[in-house]
Structure formats: structure tokens, C-alpha cells
């Protein structure tokens, strides 16, 4: 079975500040790992992917997120928020079953910039 | 995305009433997908298809029905809606070949109140 935990419902930081959206996973065989941000009224937007290599995986907008296989994790980082960051960020997982790939999504974090 | 599209954007329809939602794409993807977002449970795929021949249902297909009348087209179909079908319902689309590493691009959601 596959499934992704965001245990923070709601993040608030500094513009200014670094900010860390939490993730952590749970899937069958190797992981994809994926990040997406809902502005509102729009769709989900890609903001980038962990496949395999490098643990440190740079997307758009200046974000980034670090893998790590040892506690199932796949962070979201920025070193510097905007307020146009605030958004809802939803991590996601690829379904391990041949043939498919269903992504299971987490419950989102809503991210709030506070000038 | 501009590139995929979908109608209506917002629908307001009763109990028992059948309705379709349309999604188009120009991306020339081979997948297609549909999901619905529900506050506090993230999103949930409800059918897909690797192309015009192949439909599978996802995690809720129960209630919906879909058609894929062309590479470009996939319908999402409530055949008789009630009011726990009041949702945000995406289309997403991706390239396909590349199996679990694929990236999903979503429209811009159809928002759906069953009265």
C-alpha cells in the first residue's frame, strides 16, 4: 500500500524567512516523489519530482526538497519565502503496481507568507 | 495550464440529475485522469486512461462514469448526482512511456455543487 502524510495542515512564516513544508511517505519498491501547488482557483501546478540520484531535487519558483530514505521523508524547502508563495502544496506519491501510475496525494498544506 | 482545459468551470445541479464534465487537452498526451479534491482528504483519482481503447477505474469510481471519445477528450459522467458528489474535480493529462516517473498536468478544476 501506498499513502503520504502532511502532518501540518497550516504553516505560517516570515517573508523573508526559510520555510519547510512536511512530507512523509510510505510505498511499495523504490519511491516517486512529487510536489505540486494549488494557487487559488487554479489547478495543481508542478513544482518537481524525485526519481533516483541526487537526495536534493531543485524545481521551480526556487523551491527544493530533500529525499530521505531513511526516514521516509520528502521535504519541501525554500530558502527565502515570498508572499506569493502562499498557496496549498500538496506532496505525492507514484503507485509501486506495474502498468499504473496513480499518484496518491497527501491531505495539502496550506503555506500562509506573512509580509 | 492553458493547455488543458476543462468545462463547465463551476456547475450547480440537483439531486438525480445527470451531468457531464468535459476536459481537453493539447499536449498531445496519451494519459488522461480524473480526480476530486475534498477539504481535509486531498485529491482522489476517480477513473484514468492510457489511451482511446483503455479505461480503468482509480480509488472512488463508484456513482461516475467517463468516456474517452478521442486522445484529446476525456468526459467524466454523473449519471444521477447526489449531494456527496459536491466537489472540485480535476482532469489531468501526462505524456505516458514513462511509467511511475511521468508528471501530471492539471486543468483548471470544475467546481460542482449537487443540491
Known amino acids: 500500500a501506498q499513502s503520504v502524510a502532511q502532518p501540518e495542515d497550516q504553516v505560517n512564516v516570515a517573508e523573508g524567512n526559510p520555510l519547510t513544508v512536511k512530507c512523509t511517505y510510505s510505498v511499495s519498491g523504490n519511491p516517486y516523489l512529487f510536489w505540486y501547488v494549488q494557487y487559488p482557483n487554479r489547478g495543481l501546478q508542478f513544482l518537481l519530482k524525485y526519481i533516483t540520484g541526487d537526495n536534493l531535487v531543485k524545481g521551480s519558483y526556487g523551491f527544493e526538497a530533500e529525499f530521505n530514505k531513511s526516514q521516509t521523508s520528502f521535504h519541501l524547502k525554500k530558502p527565502s519565502a515570498l508572499v506569493s508563495d502562499s498557496a496549498l502544496y500538496f506532496c505525492?506519491?507514484?503507485?509501486?503496481?506495474?502498468?499504473?501510475?496513480?499518484?496518491?496525494f497527501g491531505t495539502g498544506t496550506r503555506l500562509t507568507v506573512i509580509p | 495550464d492553458a493547455d488543458v482545459t476543462q468545462t463547465p468551470r463551476n456547475r450547480i445541479t440537483k439531486t438525480g440529475k445527470r451531468i457531464m464534465l468535459e476536459c481537453s487537452q493539447t499536449k498531445g498526451h496519451d494519459r488522461m485522469y480524473w480526480y476530486r479534491q475534498d477539504p481535509g482528504l486531498g485529491l482522489r483519482l476517480i477513473y484514468y486512461?492510457?489511451?482511446?481503447?483503455?479505461?480503468n477505474k482509480g480509488e472512488i469510481s463508484d456513482g461516475y462514469s467517463v468516456s474517452r471519445q478521442a486522445q484529446a477528450k476525456f468526459s467524466l459522467s454523473l449519471e444521477s448526482a447526489i449531494p456527496n458528489q459536491t466537489a472540485l474535480y480535476f482532469c489531468a493529462t501526462a505524456v505516458g512511456g514513462a511509467g511511475r516517473q511521468e508528471t501530471q498536468y492539471f486543468g483548471p478544476g470544475t467546481r460542482l455543487l449537487v443540491l
Open positions: 505525492a506519491v507514484s503507485s509501486g503496481q506495474t502498468g499504473a501510475n496513480n499518484l496518491f
Open positions: 486512461s492510457f489511451d482511446v481503447k483503455d479505461i
